[in-house]
């Protein structure tokens, strides 16, 4: 079995594997560094579980290899919080109740995140808008629109 | 106690700050030395027999690589045989004629796509995925079932041949006298009812990872009712020694009660074959074909009605579609017990059963299990019997309301509703959506289409007075307004009201356990009898032990998640059912009063005064002396310093370290364990010789208003607004409740609309993703408007309800109706569900060339 060597920086540290070709980026990020953080809802870019930053960029990791991530920076939802202080966008989500079971968190607070930095004011259409690239089945959405509100105000401020 | 400072708090949560930062523990995030890794070969067809099944030498050598890596094990159906022994049938398989052996994977024979037939595992989950290829079955397809309709013709293929019939199971309950009710009515009106096969999806499919040692199977799992796990791996695999862990479960909803408990098996047996442990986890496409769905219901309806719009009884055929599987035979069935007369003072009712097997996913709890469907029942035929006596639909629910002032209310059947007032719900929701000002823009928005005459009184478009308007522009506008009940708490009896002969109890009412320890440092920390799906259980139970205790919520914590061994739990112990606001909330309010009255029974020693003086005020024991009694009787008493005061940390360090300021005979240790039961259990916690029997114990309530748009092109419809009146008794924490309604409400819009499972004729799943299954994402998910109008329950601890599911019972009702409103023009009747645009499209086609 082919195995190849791949260097990413991973929430600003270097990070350096022997995968498959085949090993999804969700994979190398979850089994071989431990960062469980990202989930696997579906495996084919419906959900959003498992969305993290690659470049800045918002990218479903179920859908990207490991080997395409070589030499990139990827933000995972453990790089958010900065010296044990959570970030705007996960404070928001908590308090606002916006989370139950909390298995499509880490992908809706990395898919805000990414929307606020585009777009530090959103309008509730655009909020639906974006976020409808990730899937949740407990809270119907309501307390997770408030929660990027919320921590757009605070941005403003 | 005093007033609450915490219960009623939007207090912030506990469990958010770990899920936020990606620190919640799911089973799939645990890693153990030597851990292999499972996958299981499943059915392609849908009903077929299994001839042989063959593996290559190599792995029947032992020695197999594959991608790299071995082939450490595989089980055949023979080995599932050989190893492991059938389930014995539950509470809702006692229907069967004929006992069926069912085991944890297919033996002889497949009845559905995605059956478990074989199992491999390896050192990595691709080269177990890799290795199915190896293993070659031989089917011997047979003609497959994938209707009712189908299973029931005389010539159909069996699924369970010793059954002799796919109908695998045929009843009926009756109250009151039906016959005599419809001899009395003025008008029968019938209709045909369908409500589909849809599943709630839980983000985390299900999850297993066990471990054999030679002490005890011990197995991680994402299941909602450990009990069942721990009942199914003693009777398959023969082990006592059983220890269930539930981490954090990444939703749940009833789907992760049932089916799970055949993968909890197939894993471990591989762990026990191995020795080493074993993970498997289920992915997407598994879950969607095999996971479990919730039951395609069609119902055959009757009413007899008065003129004036009274409902003297009903009438129901409840077909129900159960899949492939005879193990949750008459769970949808059972489940319409708890809701059988809705909020109607109605007192005939007769409902007849029948579970026809097909080759389609066994079904499951599901948000509600068979209560949205008997809400649909009663919701859609209020607007019927309202069309077809030219009444207003509202004016015909209010006739039929229990009234306020007859509360606690015994349904015919034998359910208490505590608390409510339906008549002020109505009131409610339809202020707040603007009930008659929507009416008038609605019917100006009929007229403004050039119509040729004004249209029909406040807009209701009743079929007896149709409206002539025929929109040329694209949008309908529609309005649905229902109300219906969300049972909470179960009485495990409930099932014998329809198996009377049955000799074994499948239990009565409920037992749930609580543990509650103030620690050494004046900290406390409590465990829970049950698992939580994300319903804030450590949050809401935090809330509770707060205000008993009179210490603040941040020095409260969660002792870890659920373990068998650990956790003090009963067998109510189930995340499912709305159990935890009864049982849990009931059980840590009581451990924590007993820990309450051991601090101030220590505390009253330290302070050398009576408990009756003693007061808590966050986390210090306070003595409150009467001051014209005597001025200073403590400092007089001690003859020094006087001491009033004593923190929780002192009484900590007294209680497990200092025996000599213990009381006399006193056990140390500020620790209590509670296991709590419904005190108002009874009456008619089993059933009596009409079949009576309190389906579940509290009954939360609520009316739902939606308001839609339908385009007349494209059948597509948009809910504009969605309103709700709810009443959930004591809140304990609003924010909770609202986001239990918000998540339940939007499933069951979503369901109304177009989610939902989809066979072909040959039992082939053709929705095998979320995409394709059409999950509402925030762009269909319409904003939800929630007012609390909490009536506490008089017999619960609190006074509180259930909160969880309750919205997704109402809302397919609500989005019916208001599609159906939208409708009137064409004179359309929404009788069944999904209202896809398809649907809805070919509604509109219907009802316009029905005018032609």
């Known amino acids: 079995v082919t195995r190849l060597p791949i260097a990413v920086t991973v929430n600003g540290e270097p990070c350096e594997g022997d995968v498959e070709p085949r090993t999804l980026l969700v994979q190398f990020l979850r089994e071989h560094l431990g960062l469980t953080g990202t989930h696997v809802g579906c495996v084919v870019g419906e959900c959003g579980a498992c969305s993290v930053l690659v470049d800045g960029a918002l990218v479903k990791s179920c859908l990207m290899l490991a080997v395409q991530a070589h030499d990139r920076e990827v933000t995972t939802i453990e790089g958010l919080a900065k010296d044990g202080a959570l970030h705007p966008v996960q404070e928001a989500f908590v308090n606002a109740f916006a989370l139950q079971c909390g298995f499509c968190t880490p992908g809706f607070v990395m898919a805000a995140h990414a929307l606020l930095e585009r777009n530090p004011n959103p309008t509730e259409e655009e909020i639906r808008h974006d976020l409808s690239s990730n899937l949740c089945m407990c809270t119907g959405y309501v307390q997770i629109i408030e929660a990027v509100e919320q921590a757009a105000g605070r941005r403003r401020s | 106690m005093t007033a609450h400072a915490h219960i009623g708090q939007r207090a912030r949560s ?64 023979e080995d599932i045989k050989r190893l492991s022994r059938p389930f014995k049938p539950g509470r809702y398989a006692a229907g069967l004629r004929v006992p069926i052996s069912e085991y944890a994977g297919a033996i002889d024979k497949v009845r559905y796509v995605g059956e478990p037939v074989a199992v491999v595992v390896a050192d990595t989950r691709a080269a177990a995925e890799d290795a ?22 005389p010539d159909a293929p069996l699924i369970y041949e010793e059954l002799g019939s796919n109908v695998a199971w045929a009843g009926h309950v009756a109250y009151g006298d039906v016959d005599d009710a419809f001899r009395r009515a003025d008008r029968i009106v019938r209709e045909n009812l369908k409500i589909h096969r849809y599943s709630s999806t839980p983000l985390e499919p299900f999850a297993c990872l066990v471990e054999h040692t030679p002490e005890r199977l011990t197995i991680w799992c994402n299941s909602q009712s450990p009990d069942v796990i721990y009942d ?307 949050t809401t139970a935090a809330q509770i032990i707060a205000d008993v205790l009179g210490i603040t919520p941040e020095r409260i914590s969660m002792a870890g998640t659920f373990d068998s061994s650990l956790s003090p739990w009963g067998v109510s112990s189930s995340n499912s059912g709305n159990n935890f606001h009864l049982y849990d909330v009931g059980a840590v309010h009581g451990a924590a009063t007993r820990v309450r009255d051991k601090v101030l029974t220590l505390a009253a020693h330290v302070l050398k005064t009576e408990r009756s003086v003693l007061h808590i005020e966050e986390g210090v024991v306070v003595g409150r002396v009467p001051k014209p009694a005597s001025p200073q009787p403590l400092a007089a008493e001690a003859g020094g310093p006087a001491v009033e005061t004593v923190t929780f940390a002192e009484l900590g360090k007294i209680a497990y370290a200092n025996q000599a300021l213990l009381p006399p005979g006193m056990e140390g240790g500020l620790e209590a364990t509670y296991y709590h039961s419904h005190p108002h259990a009874d009456p008619l916690m089993l059933p009596d010789m009409q079949g009576r029997v309190r389906a579940q114990y509290t009954f939360s309530s609520a009316a739902h208003a939606a308001v839609v748009e339908v385009d007349s092109e494209t059948g597509r419809v948009r809910v504009l607004r969605y309103v709700i009146v709810s009443d959930n008794g004591t809140l304990i924490n609003p924010s909770v409740v609202d986001g239990q309604i918000y998540g339940s409400a939007a499933h069951g819009i979503s369901v109304a609309l177009g989610e939902g499972f989809v066979y072909g004729d040959d039992g082939q799943l053709l929705t095998l993703t979320l995409l394709d299954y059409g999950k509402s994402t925030t762009l269909e998910t319409p904003a939800i408007e929630i007012e609390h109008f909490p009536v506490p329950d008089p017999f619960t601890t609190l006074g509180q309800k259930a909160a969880g599911e309750g919205a997704a019972i ?25 209202l896809s645009p398809e649907r809805v499209w070919q509604l509109i086609r219907d009802g316009k060339s029905a005018e032609r």
């Open chain 2, 14 to 77: 506990k469990e958010a700050p770990r899920h936020v930062s990606g620190r919640g523990r799911y089973v799939d995030d645990l890693v153990l030395p030597r851990m292999l890794h499972a996958c299981i070969l499943r059915s392609p067809y849908a009903h077929a027999r299994i001839a042989s099944v063959r593996l290559s030498p190599a792995v029947v050598a032992g020695n197999l690589q594959v991608s790299g890596s071995s082939v450490r094990a595989v089980i055949t159906p």
């Open chain 2, 132 to 153: 199915l290829e190896l293993i070659e079955v031989d089917y011997e397809p047979l003609p497959a079932v994938a209707s009712t309709g189908a299973a029931v013709s």
């Open chain 2, 232 to 538: 199914a791996l003693t009777e398959a695999l023969g082990i006592e020694n059983v220890r269930v862990i539930v981490p954090d479960i990444g939703g749940g909803f009833g789907q992760k009660i049932h089916l799970i408990r055949k993968y909890a098996v197939l894993t471990a047996l591989m762990a026990v074959k191995t020795g080493r442990p074993v993970k498997w986890i289920e992915d997407r496409s598994e879950h969607m074909m095999a996971g479990g769905h919730s039951c395609e219901q069609e119902f055959d309806v009757e009413a007899a009605v008065q003129s004036d719009g009274e409902v003297l009884g009903l009438r129901i055929v409840d077909t129900d579609d159960v899949g492939g599987s005879i193990s949750t035979l008459t769970i949808h069935f059972t489940n319409k017990l708890n809701n059988l007369f809705n909020t109607y003072k109605v007192q005939h009712l007769r409902l007849e059963g029948r579970s026809v097997l097909t080759n389609k996913c066994p079904v499951v709890p599901n948000r509600g299990i068979g209560k949205p469907g008997m809400c649909f029942v009663w919701e859609r035929m209020m607007d019927r019997i309202a069309q077809e006596l030219a009444l207003d639909p509202i004016a015909v629910r209010r006739r039929n309301l229990i009234a306020a002032d007859q509360f606690p209310y015994t349904t015919p059947n034998g359910n208490i509703h505590g608390s409510g007032d339906y008549q002020t719900l109505l009131d409610r929701v339809l202020a707040n959506v603007g009930y008659e000002e929507f009416r008038k823009r609605q019917s100006q928005s009929r007229v403004g289409r050039a119509s040729p005459k004004p249209s029909g009184e406040g807009g209701s478009g009743s079929p007896g007075e149709p409206d002539r308007v025929r929109p040329t522009g694209e949008r309908l506008l529609g309005i649905g307004v229902v109300i219906g009940v969300e049972p909470g708490g179960r009485n495990a009896a409930r099932d014998m009201a329809i198996f009377p002969q049955s000799k074994q109890m499948p239990g009565a009412g409920g037992v749930e356990g609580a543990t509650v320890k103030l620690e050494k440092n004046g900290s406390v920390v409590f465990r829970l009898g049950s698992p939580s799906c994300g319903q804030s259980h450590e």
């Open chain 2, 810 to 834: 109402p809302s397919p009702a609500a989005i019916a109706s208001a599609v159906e409103d939208a409708l009137s023009p064409f004179g359309v009747k929404v009788r069944h569900l999904p």
